[in-house]
């Protein structure tokens, strides 16, 4: 484990009222001692901030005020400080080239997270919860981080493990106890319900996860079309603003416009793409094959058709192409005469010129990633893709060991799909975990974090 001790700047480098350097460690008060001449914090108490001035070379660096945390009470549960310095790249470095010079040493990305991680302050889900809190977008997204960092997925992950514990001991005491080895019996009337029960739970959280890891991420949606039926129009619209330019030019847009909007609590990556047409143009054609490409990884196709014109072969083509994907068709310009001569399910009629109908559209797509109430203060939502990720590996082990179960396998064999489904979801909170998995996670975070 490491002990020695660390600093780096925690505020963004640039000029602001006040910047932040901290530092965790074994020697956080010695290394006070020689840049900070007031008093030794060391005999201070805990959580207290005092006044004073950074000394290098009996010259003053800056007037600063010192956050103190001490051990174990702090965020890594190590002796802590927080030098709050005055704004400004230069003089936030300079104390933090004055702390390495006296014994600290620079901070790798997320170690102070990842120390608070290995010194049992805080689990794996929780430490995720802190990035997660800096890069929400949205009062849902916000919520579902705090609800992690409160520690509620932990609660629920170690709830689904401590089932599965209670069965997996049940398995053993039918190993160490052979006069109890009727397995049909045992199968039957507790394995198999038991096990049944969990699979349930699981399920349960995993059709959750889909709301939380749309809350958390985002929806990326493409728009397309024809050229000149209205993307353009309909982007701008959304938005609020001029973004992309619009004019009656068929293959204006040759390349990739994008934006981002809140609607209900989603944040909605929009792509605007190039029309979908053959066309001699080099510059077009790269910005077409590019529109292709997006329409295979959008989550959220917003197919947009012209009102005033009937549809071609190449709407006929975008249809097709697109009918597997997550998609509303929107029929644009429905101010001017219907010439389109269909209807289409999942559909919404608009004038993106004249703003018509848009928040009609807006509530369509909100209905169709948030089915129902979405109420995070009291639910908890599953949005992390590792955690996903490894709950739906630990559902598939109880789906074997229910079907060993339900074929009387010996019970020592069910246990091994059991106990994998148990380690599984420890992997979530860090129970488990392996040391690359730790390091590629916190190098995820900002330096000073």
């Not at 963004?12 to 030794?40: E, H, P, Y």
């Not at 038991?194 to 749309?214: M, Q, T």
């Not at 083509?317 to 010439?339: A, F, G, M, P, S």
């Not at 489904?421 to 000073?448: H, N, R, V």
Request: aromatic fraction near 4%; include cysteine; proline fraction near 2%.
């Amino acid at each position: 484990m490491k002990n020695d001790t660390i600093a780096a700047i925690s505020t963004a480098l640039g000029q602001s009222a006040i910047s932040i350097v901290r530092m965790s460690g074994n020697d956080v008060f010695s290394i006070m001692k020689t840049v900070f001449k007031v008093k030794d914090l060391s005999r201070v108490d805990s959580h207290t901030i005092h006044y004073g001035k950074i000394i290098e070379k009996g010259k003053s660096i800056d007037e600063v005020l010192i956050s103190v945390f001490k051990s174990p009470t702090s965020f890594t549960t190590e002796d802590m400080v927080e030098i709050n310095c005055h704004g400004g790249p230069f003089v936030a470095r300079k104390i933090l080239t004055l702390l390495l010079e006296n014994g600290a040493r620079l901070a790798e990305q997320g170690e102070f997270s990842e120390r608070a991680y290995l010194n049992g302050r805080i689990d794996l889900t929780q430490a995720e919860s802190i990035m997660d809190i800096i890069e929400a977008r949205s009062t849902h997204a916000l919520a579902l981080a705090n609800k992690g960092l409160d520690g509620k997925i932990y609660e629920l992950v170690q709830s689904l493990r401590n089932k599965l514990l209670d069965i997996i001991a049940n398995i053993e005491v039918n190993i160490d106890y052979p006069e109890y080895d009727d397995v049909e019996q045992l199968t039957d009337t507790l394995l198999k319900p038991r096990i049944e029960v969990l699979i349930d739970d699981i399920e349960a959280v995993l059709k959750k996860a889909d709301i939380g890891k749309v809350i958390k991420e985002g929806v990326k949606t493409v728009i397309i079309g024809r050229p000149n039926v209205g993307k353009s129009s309909l982007l701008n619209a959304l938005l609020r603003e001029d973004k992309a330019i619009v004019t009656e030019i068929r293959g204006t847009t040759r390349d990739i416009v994008e934006g981002e909007i809140n609607i209900g609590g989603i944040i909605l990556k929009l792509i605007d793409t190039a029309g979908i047409r053959d066309s001699d143009d080099l510059i077009e054609r790269i910005g077409i094959d590019k529109t292709r490409k997006l329409i295979e990884e959008a989550e959220l196709i917003l197919y947009v058709l012209d009102n005033n014109e009937p549809l071609s072969e190449e709407d006929e083509q975008l249809l097709t192409l697109t009918e597997h994907k997550k998609r509303i068709v929107i029929i644009n310009k429905i101010d001017l005469e219907n010439k389109i001569g269909r209807s289409f399910d999942n559909s919404v009629q608009i004038s993106a010129l004249k703003k018509t109908n848009i928040d009609t559209l807006e509530r369509k797509i909100e209905s169709l990633f948030l089915q129902g109430e979405v109420n995070v203060d009291e639910r908890t939502y599953l949005s992390n893709a590792r955690h996903i990720a490894a709950m739906r590996q630990a559902h598939q082990h109880l789906k074997e060991a229910l079907k060993s179960a339900s074929e009387h396998q010996p019970v020592d064999m069910i246990e091994i799909d059991l106990k994998t489904a148990w380690e599984t979801l420890g992997e979530i909170i860090g129970e488990s975990a392996q040391s690359t998995l730790i390091d590629e996670l916190f190098s995820k975070f900002c330096l000073g974090k």
